[in-house]
């Protein structure tokens, strides 16, 4: 609707891409609905995935030994993170929905996005003890994770060689998501889009655009241990 | 015991934290015993975890429509992977057991570790359809991931708000080290060390030492759902 802000954390290598184009469907189909949507094209802005000392500016609070949790917290109150985070942070406290596009790596995000986590969700900004699951400092918002598999459904069923594909989820979506109060709305998978015809690659795109009309009047899945491995 | 090869993938940028002791520990009580021991400190190597064009030297397969995981396999089959890529790949190679020793970032590995897997386990080399699981390249090795939690015991108890520790080593130990063929050891966890007194920490490393002796003689854990999920 109107007014709604969306943040589009993206990473594909390659514009043509599956995932390029269903980045490029949300920001139309939104846009379209009148909301406001902001992109992080992780690789073509070539985020920093490393968690390291360069993300605090200035004068760390204990220079004998370097604790990356202790420190960001710190510079995140002081205000002395790294312009990059603090530009992440930004569009996040805006967001009302966050969507994350990305190609399923290795059971899990890419590394780029997940540096993105690492590095954005600092405590005092996304959650501080004991503000955390449902009482997390990102509460009221949504998420949503989209991606692309290399496995087929079948690999992915319950019985399948790859296990259910909720098992990969619960770490995404509960761990990071829930952890910092933040509602999940069911995931959009894409399975093994390499291995199938062009037609059923259009319609997957369809599909997404579809879901997109009605997106905001989903409710977020129930996100406890029984939704994953009931 | 004499011969025998390990592999420590290391993500800590702080040598005097437990995970640096827990490093420090495996090389010299591995090496005590005779084996050989290579470790891979991510952060001192400032290693590289975004998955880029920068990975293949030379021209592409499909310099049209970039996929990474198309143009790893070429390349590594050309053998004109980047020369970062080639190294850690030698060193999995020749290691009888692979340790990952890091602490939990967001119910996984820190991103610099993500970028590792994504990076360095390329089809052809570690996998290649339909060698994986059970047949995957890289059968014959052992890997154990030793870690340290923010989170208490208790959070990751089975009914505690984290849910089992054992839900978020799915994508880890089944979704990585089982697709490739490694047989994996029971993981190595160290809950909370920033929570506990000094004392405790000790009796932490001391623990890790005592494993490490007979580690040998460890059977691995069966890597199937009912091993997580149960």
């Known amino acids: 609707p109107p007014g709604r802000k969306v943040l589009i954390v993206y990473a594909h290598q390659e514009p043509k891409s599956l995932n390029g184009s269903l980045k490029r469907i949300a920001v139309e189909e939104l846009s379209k609905q009148g909301c406001s949507v902001t992109v992080s094209d992780l690789y073509a802005m070539q985020f920093e995935p490393r968690a390291t000392r360069n993300d605090i500016v200035g004068s760390l609070h204990n220079s004998e030994e370097f ?17 990059d985070v603090i530009e992440e942070q930004k569009k996040v406290q805006e967001a009302d929905l966050l969507i994350f596009q990305f190609p399923l790596y290795w059971f899990s995000m890419p590394a780029i996005m997940k540096g993105w986590m690492d590095r954005v969700l600092v405590q005092g900004f996304a959650h501080e003890f004991p503000n955390c699951y449902d009482s997390g400092l990102l509460k009221n918002k949504l998420a949503l994770f989209s991606f692309t598999t290399g496995g ?68 977020p899945i129930n996100c406890s241990p029984e939704w994953y491995f009931k």
């Open 67 to 83: 604790n990356y949790g202790v420190e960001t917290w710190e510079a995140y109150k002081r205000g002395s993170l790294s312009t």
């Open 152 to 219: 087929s459904r079948e690999m992915y069923a319950k019985e399948g060689i790859s296990g259910d594909i909720r098992y990969l989820l619960w770490p995404m979506q509960h761990g990071i998501m829930h952890f910092c109060g933040v509602k999940v709305l069911a995931p959009h998978i894409c399975f093994s889009p390499e291995y199938v015809s062009e037609e059923k690659r259009k319609e997957m795109l369809i599909a997404w655009a579809q879901r997109l009309k009605t997106l905001w009047k989903e409710e």
